[in-house]
């Protein structure tokens, strides 16, 4: 982990509020791995003080290049959308810890809700080196919030859209189209679920994957501050006592974090 003043060799608006950034810098590029993140100061001032965390969404080492894919919701990300190509920001990275991928699995099942696709692009490209099946199941609220669409389809990859409005694939939300794939899957052993997205959504995934017995790990967001572990603001109770998003995280598998954990839960509820 390093901090750098990286060079903007592209900032691309491409959907709305939606941009995506592709950073020059040799050390993030060859050490940073799927689901890991980098703390952007996103202005030079001080107003916001601190840094934004946005996952790395590809990671290209033979052009020692990195893309960032982000959404423009408050101050901090208008500012960063505001910066142009050539100039340099100043990142930290790359941060946390990533998804880890098991050889033993064959087929991965990759769920992102909404912006949650932007660690999963990293993630699916580096587990079809590994030469492992790969699907995409994308949901969002409707079809112009579908994103990276047709970059997974130049991958070649299996790709189910799910939206709530029915513009785009099947109508409902990706939940549903997960309950329908785990059902026509013959290895539920050998399988792997990888998710982001919103709270709801990894919830219900968690459930799923629970209930079929399908390893699944989850990326979970929190309000990040120093991004280092050294503020102790984004700690999830898990099942092995508090943990960070930012250094022990921001991937967890789905039994560890209590409040997706229906085992969990219950014995809560029951005041075990
Ligand atoms: C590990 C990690 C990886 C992330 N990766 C990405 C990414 O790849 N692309 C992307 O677009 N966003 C990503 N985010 C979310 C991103 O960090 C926030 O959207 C950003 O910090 C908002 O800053 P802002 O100043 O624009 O908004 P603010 O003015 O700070 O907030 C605007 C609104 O967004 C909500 N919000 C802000 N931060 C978060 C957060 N961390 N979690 C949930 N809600 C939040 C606030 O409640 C408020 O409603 C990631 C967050 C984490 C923790």
Redesign the pocket.
């Known amino acids: 982990m390093r901090q750098e003043e990286v060079k903007i060799l592209e900032h691309k608006y491409f959907a709305p509020y939606?941009f995506k950034l592709t950073l020059q810098s040799k050390e993030i590029s060859q050490s940073a791995a799927p689901g890991q993140?980098v703390n952007v100061r996103?202005t030079n001032g001080t107003n916001?003080l601190?840094r934004?965390?946005?996952?790395?969404?590809r990671i290209n080492r033979q052009t020692e290049t990195f893309e960032?894919?982000?959404?423009?919701?408050?101050?901090?990300?208008?500012?960063?959308s505001q910066k142009k190509q050539g100039e340099t920001i100043s990142v930290l990275g790359p941060?946390?810890k990533g998804f880890s991928t098991d050889q033993n699995k064959k087929t991965a099942i990759l769920v992102g809700g909404g912006?949650g696709i932007?660690?999963l692009f990293a993630l699916a490209e580096d587990l079809i080196k590994k030469s492992i099946d790969v699907n995409v199941l994308i949901g969002a609220k409707s079809k112009k919030l579908i994103i990276c669409e047709s970059e997974l389809n130049a991958l070649g990859i299996k790709l189910q859209t799910a939206t709530e409005d029915g513009s785009c694939g099947t109508k409902g939300l990706v939940s549903d189209i997960l309950q329908a794939f785990i059902e026509g899957l013959a290895d539920k052993k050998s399988s792997s679920i990888f998710a982001?997205g919103p709270k709801a959504m990894l919830k219900t995934i968690s459930e799923i994957a629970s209930k079929k017995n399908i390893a699944c790990q989850l990326?979970?967001?929190?309000?990040?501050a120093c991004g280092i572990g050294a503020c102790k603001g984004?700690a999830v109770e898990t099942t092995n006592g508090y943990k960070l998003?930012?250094k022990d995280?921001?991937v967890f598998d789905a039994k560890e974090i209590c409040s997706y954990n229906a085992a969990y839960s219950a014995a809560t509820l029951s005041g075990l």
């Open positions: 939606f993140f996103v916001p601190l934004r965390p946005i996952s790395i969404h960032l894919l982000y959404e423009v919701v408050g101050k901090g990300t208008k500012l960063l941060l946390g912006m932007a660690p982001c990326s979970l967001e929190a309000y990040i984004c998003v930012c995280g921001p």
